[in-house]
């Protein structure tokens, strides 16, 4: 039974046993990889092809080692344009030992219940979980009236400095009208001095 995949943009022929160069693929030597790009799968006379793949069909196989090709020389050149670029390249690839052909349907249909009981469980968890959640905000509403208090507070030290102010300014109020009243006797004084001097000039007349 061979079968041909697809991987790096190229198509391999392969039966259970070959050894392959493939592009570069990701994994340590001895890795399990597989390929699900499947487009074709045949034996003898019975071949399915797919449209274009196989669906549910997987080629195995195992990484034996990561290496590169051999040295490529590279040169550009051009002439009378004093143009000339050389270099090299080293292509990656990756050596596959191909150990089965088969499909994946039933390892997904084995699989399936233990899905089913990982979905379960957080669900079991999340239901011992919600009493916790709902004693939580108990807390937070006892510690509420506790601020407010406390805000409460504030605006009895607001009025104290407003009774302390009207004080201040009865205070400095009273020593200008003080002031005021002893200006007052000077001021009438001074008014009443004239009318003598001219009473003691009309009897000297």
Known sequence: MYAVFRTGGKQYRAAKGDVLRLEKIEGDEGAKVEFDEVLLVGEGSDVKVGSPLLSGSVVSGIVLRQGKSRKVPVVKFKRRKNYLRQGSHRQFFTEVEITGIGSAVKKAAAKAPAHKAAAKAPAHKA????????????????????????????PAAKKATAKKAPAKKAAAKAPAKKAAAKKAPAHKAAAKKPAKKKAAKKKSS
């Not at 011992?128 to 409460?152: G, M, R, S």
Request: positive net charge; charged residues 35%.
């Open 127 to 154: 239901a011992a979980k919600a009493p916790a959640h709902k004693a939580a905000p108990k807390a937070d509403v006892a510690k509420k009236p506790a601020a407010k208090k406390a805000t409460a507070k504030k």
